[in-house]
């Protein structure tokens, strides 16, 4: 039998699935990223820890065969936009800096032209976060140490070279580096002079689905695969579960439900994801549609500082978190007794002011567990429907969904997701989705399926459809409501 792999290096989690060719999962792993964190809102983590960790769940999915050597190839699709520094000899000189870190947040930009960021890099300006920020503020704050820097990477082109000895970068993910021209796909020179930096101090700029390298000798007995299996350059993580779902076509729109809530649409033509200060991915360009995304960022971190608040303080002995947010909003009608949550609560300040925290369990503390929970749901799902509703009067119109993501797995939260859109919901590879991308991608890229559309008839799965219920109307009063409190004059 012939297997492939695919890795979804999340921001909070390592996922990987051992995928058939006749496209039966045959076993998933996953593993939770080990963030180091400070007072002073600096995210990183260990780079060897991270390759290590990568190696963990590599040895449990070829474990799961009888022979490494009938896993024909790997791929990975990765939250990147992290940053990584190192010297002459490709040590790290640095841990991997987080694109959550706010070292930077603060940081007045006076070498580039901000206006000009979003058309060149596909991405707007991220108020100081992601690479290019982290690059500016090392630059000025760590000259010295800086100065020692002979090469500039993200943590997937970091996992390239440890299983393979070669700096390579897909020019999907290269879009968080922030420096690159995402239309020429190459690297900017302007912004590489304000950095001080030349193209020899970065990784090489190839397409998703090319070869990366071989696994080495070293690699092989790190992770248990066989010396010289193709590792195969994937994609962003959005792209890559629209891939693993199959919704890669104009009128489709993926919800990718992690860390940050992400809609993603294939669009015909970039200058609309320009004109709505989307962020954009080359996705199936030149060939086919570019792919542009609005984000929910870190709501999750949100959402659990209300749960960590409101509801899982008054439970001892939690065996499984989860499970108790989904039993507690189930016990809650729609509405959750008009219990409404700001979702455009500034989450650092949340983090850092004691004046604002209080304020806010000052105002909630008068509900039950079980309506702040569904509150919780309903403010994502609200403010899902409000992007959705921009992208429809901008010309971007969803004529279907496909949520993935933890939150696809409640049973709870797609069905107000399908009552509040109105939109057929499809549920198909859910936690998994941006694996089986990657899978579908070490399978394209290894010559075994021409491209996505075979490789995702072989091994993508079937949905399952959710369609809006009887509480579609009554969901449809109370986000009027909403909308008219939060989102209009947003």
Sequence with gaps: MEYFIGLDIGTSAIKGVLISISGEEIAREKINTSFIENLNLNIEYDPYDHYSDV???????????????????????????????????????????????????????????????????????????????????????????????????????????????????????????????????????????????????????????????????????????????????????????????????????????????????????????LSQKLLIDPFLSPDGPWGVMFALTRIDVLIHWFLDKFVYSQYSNITNKNRLFDDLAAESDPGAENCLINPNIPIDELLESKELQDSLISEYKQYSPSIITRALMEMTVFKIRSKIDQMTSAGIKAERIAMVGGPSESPIWPQIMADVTGLELNMINGQTAGAVGAAMMAGIGSGYFENESDAFEAVGGEAKIINPSSNKQIYQSIYDGYFQRYEKTN
């Design 55 to 273: 190696c963990k769940i590599l040895n449990k999915l070829v474990n799961s065969v009888s022979n490494p050597s009938e896993i024909k190839a790997i791929s990975m699709a990765t939250a990147s936009g992290n940053t990584l520094l190192l010297d002459k000899n490709d040590k790290p000189l640095i841990n991997i800096i987080s694109w959550m870190d706010g070292r930077a947040a603060s940081l007045d930009v006076n070498e580039l032209n901000l206006d000009e960021v979003h058309e060149i890099v596909g991405w707007p300006w991220p108020r100081g976060y992601f690479p290019l920020a982290h690059l500016l503020w090392f630059k000025e704050n760590k000259p010295e140490m800086y100065a020692s820097v002979q090469r500039v990477c993200m943590n997937n082109d970091w996992l390239y070279y440890c299983l393979t000895s070669n700096w390579k970068l897909d020019n999907s993910t290269a879009t968080t580096f922030y420096l690159q021209n995402q239309v020429e796909r190459k690297w900017h020179k302007p912004y590489l002079e304000a950095l001080n930096l030349i193209e020899g101090n970065l990784s090489d700029l190839c397409r998703s689905g090319e070869l990366a390298g071989t696994v080495t000798e070293q690699a092989a007995v790190d992770t248990g695969l066989s010396e010289g299996t193709p590792i195969v350059l994937g994609t962003f993580d959005h792209p890559s579960a629209a891939r693993g779902t199959g919704f890669t076509k104009p009128g489709d729109l993926l919800l990718s439900c992690g860390t940050s809530w992400v809609g993603f649409y294939p669009v015909e033509d970039r200058g609309i994801g």
